[in-house]
């Protein structure tokens, strides 16, 4: 008999049929003689929706009842759970994340799980109960409903895993397994037996969201033993994230690629090459918390330089009316800012003991005449910049290029 704590998607609780279904799945494993912990999305658009009527009351509402009433969604999703179980005979109760209790610190939206009360769940569990806990969602010290940032439902999985020491924590999603990379945006990607949890955090880092960040470091963490699964086809084996693989002798050097569309360009030209210029421009951009991606300085033979940087594309229009002071308080001659461009980037632990993979990627990149305009580089990944339009472009034939092209697909 083994824990196995279960999380199920949006997509995957889309529907009553979908719950239906997620029941069915939940009772099979139980029959096998497990005990289930299972956690729910919200329904698969609900979360959105919800943000949506907050926008549409304000254009800047408040981080505490954002949390608030964002957290029904999950709300909904666990009782229709349990019902659908209780209809099946089966014993099962629905909790919502300040009633397990999964405490977490103040920071609304995007909270930190800090603990969680497992003495509940346990007791349910010795007594035979499945137990359904509502994912994204947790309590301050002060009783507040907090949330964990987007697709937090899959580190409420995790994280529950680890504090009740799981045999496994099963990720069910719309995909059946981690690919290569998004297989929306490349048909020809191949699911990945296993990756480390080291390339999966990389991934998740940069773009792929099929598990969310936070999850794959607290499974690192905590070693908790984690697959992706689909809940849609039967009896795959998913992909499993494991510290290290054993195969490092077949390891590919690339394992797979990432992109996102979330950053935004901005070049400061004509600054003085001065010390202290970076200080000067970058400063004021974190003072308003806004995090910074890459960055490029080029000097030019005038003795002043060029330097560009990028952040979040949500912080576009803030960073862009700091930079206005900041170019005239360092004397540039102008600022620039694109929020057309996208992040590809390749990730594999195999690039630690291959050389060339850097020139590979460019000579790829400029058969397709896609210029690079930035590029960083660390230990296990490669990323570019480049113009938004051939992003997938981009994906596609570097997909092919590194020989990660499925068999048999066209
Ligand atoms: P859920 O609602 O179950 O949490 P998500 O939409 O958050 O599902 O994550 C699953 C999606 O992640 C897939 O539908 C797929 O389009 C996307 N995705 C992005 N990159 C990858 C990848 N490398 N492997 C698999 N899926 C990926
Ligand atoms: N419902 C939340 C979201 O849409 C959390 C999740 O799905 O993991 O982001
Ligand atoms: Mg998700």
Same mark, same amino acid.
């Given at each position: 008999?083994?824990?196995?704590?279960?999380?199920?998607?949006?997509?995957?609780?889309?529907?009553?049929?979908?719950?239906?279904?997620?029941?069915?799945?939940?009772?099979?494993?139980?029959?096998?003689?497990?005990?289930?912990?299972?956690?729910?999305?919200?329904?698969? /658009?609900?979360?959105?929706?919800?943000? #949506? *009527? =907050?926008? &549409?009351?304000? !254009? @800047?509402?408040?981080?505490?009842?954002? +949390?608030?009433?964002?957290?029904?969604?999950?709300?909904?999703?666990?009782?229709?759970?349990?019902?659908?179980?209780?209809?099946?005979?089966?014993?099962?109760?629905?909790?919502?994340?300040?009633?397990?209790?999964?405490?977490?610190?103040?920071?609304?939206?995007?909270?930190?799980?800090?603990?969680?009360?497992?003495?509940?769940?346990?007791?349910?569990?010795?007594?035979?109960?499945?137990?359904?806990?509502?994912?994204?969602?947790?309590?301050?010290?002060?009783?507040?409903?907090?949330?964990?940032?987007?697709? /937090?439902?899959?580190?409420?999985?995790? #994280? *529950? =895993?680890? &504090?009740?020491? !799981? @045999?496994?924590?099963?990720?069910?999603? +719309?995909?059946?397994?981690?690919?290569?990379?998004?297989?929306?945006?490349?048909?020809?990607?191949?699911?990945?037996?296993?990756?480390?949890?080291?390339?999966?955090?990389?991934?998740?880092?940069?773009?792929?969201?099929?598990?969310?960040?936070?999850?794959?470091?607290?499974?690192?963490?905590?070693?908790?033993?984690?697959?992706?699964?689909?809940?849609?086809?039967?009896?795959?084996?998913?992909?499993?994230?494991?510290?290290?693989?054993?195969?490092?002798?077949?390891?590919?050097?690339?394992?797979?690629?990432?992109?996102?569309?979330?950053?935004?360009?901005?070049?400061?030209?004509?600054?003085?090459?001065?010390?202290?210029?970076?200080?000067?421009?970058?400063?004021?951009?974190?003072?308003?918390?806004?995090?910074?991606?890459?960055?490029?300085?080029?000097?030019?033979?005038?003795?002043?330089?060029?330097?560009?940087?990028?952040?979040?594309?949500?912080?576009?229009?803030?960073?862009?009316?700091?930079?206005?002071?900041?170019?005239?308080?360092?004397?540039?001659?102008?600022?620039?800012?694109?929020?057309?461009?996208?992040?590809?980037?390749?990730?594999?632990?195999?690039?630690?003991?291959?050389?060339?993979?850097?020139?590979?990627?460019?000579?790829?990149?400029?058969?397709?005449?896609?210029?690079?305009?930035?590029?960083?580089?660390?230990?296990?990944?490669?990323?570019?910049?480049?113009?938004?339009?051939?992003?997938?472009?981009?994906?596609?034939?570097?997909?092919?290029?590194?020989?990660?092209?499925?068999?048999?697909?066209?």
């Amino acid at each position: 008999m083994a824990l196995i704590v279960q999380k199920y998607g949006g997509t995957s609780v889309g529907t009553p049929e979908r719950i239906q279904a997620v029941a069915e799945r939940v009772l099979k494993w139980r029959a096998q003689g497990h005990q289930l912990v299972v956690v729910v999305s919200a329904m698969s /658009g609900e979360t959105n929706r919800l943000i #949506a *009527l =907050a926008t &549409a009351v304000t !254009a @800047d509402p408040d981080p505490r009842e954002l +949390d608030q009433m964002v957290s029904t969604g999950e709300q909904v999703t666990i009782a229709l759970l349990a019902m659908a179980l209780q209809s099946r005979g089966a014993p099962a109760r629905s909790y919502t994340g300040a009633q397990v209790a999964v405490r977490t610190d103040k920071a609304y939206t995007k909270a930190r799980i800090e603990h969680i009360d497992v003495e509940r769940m346990q007791k349910d569990l010795q007594s035979g109960r499945i137990v359904i806990v509502a994912g994204f969602q947790g309590v301050d010290d002060e009783g507040n409903i907090t949330t964990l940032g987007r697709g /937090g439902s899959d580190t409420t999985g995790v #994280a *529950l =895993a680890a &504090a009740l020491k !799981a @045999d496994e924590c099963q990720i069910y999603t +719309d995909v059946d397994g981690v690919y290569t990379t998004d297989p929306r945006v490349v048909p020809q990607a191949r699911r990945l037996e296993r990756i480390t949890f080291e390339e999966m955090l990389e991934m998740a880092s940069l773009g792929s969201k099929v598990l969310q960040i936070r999850s794959v470091e607290f499974a690192g963490k905590y070693n908790v033993p984690l697959r992706v699964l689909s809940s849609f086809a039967e009896g795959g084996a998913g992909t499993l994230i494991t510290v290290d693989s054993e195969e490092s002798m077949e390891q590919p050097v690339i394992s797979g690629i990432a992109f996102n569309r979330d950053e935004a360009k901005f070049t400061v030209r004509g600054v003085p090459d001065i010390p202290g210029v970076a200080f000067r421009i970058l400063g004021p951009v974190g003072q308003a918390n806004i995090e910074v991606d890459m960055i490029v300085q080029n000097v030019a033979a005038d003795n002043t330089t060029d330097f560009t940087f990028t952040v979040h594309r949500n912080d576009y229009r803030k960073v862009l009316s700091i930079l206005e002071q900041v170019s005239r308080d360092v004397g540039a001659k102008e600022v620039t800012a694109d929020d057309k461009i996208a992040k590809v980037s390749l990730v594999g632990v195999g690039m630690r003991s291959h050389a060339g993979v850097a020139s590979q990627m460019f000579a790829t990149l400029a058969h397709e005449n896609i210029n690079i305009q930035m590029i960083s580089t660390s230990e296990i990944k490669i990323s570019v910049v480049l113009q938004e339009k051939y992003m997938e472009l981009a994906v596609r034939a570097l997909h092919t290029a590194f020989g990660l092209d499925s068999v048999g697909v066209v």
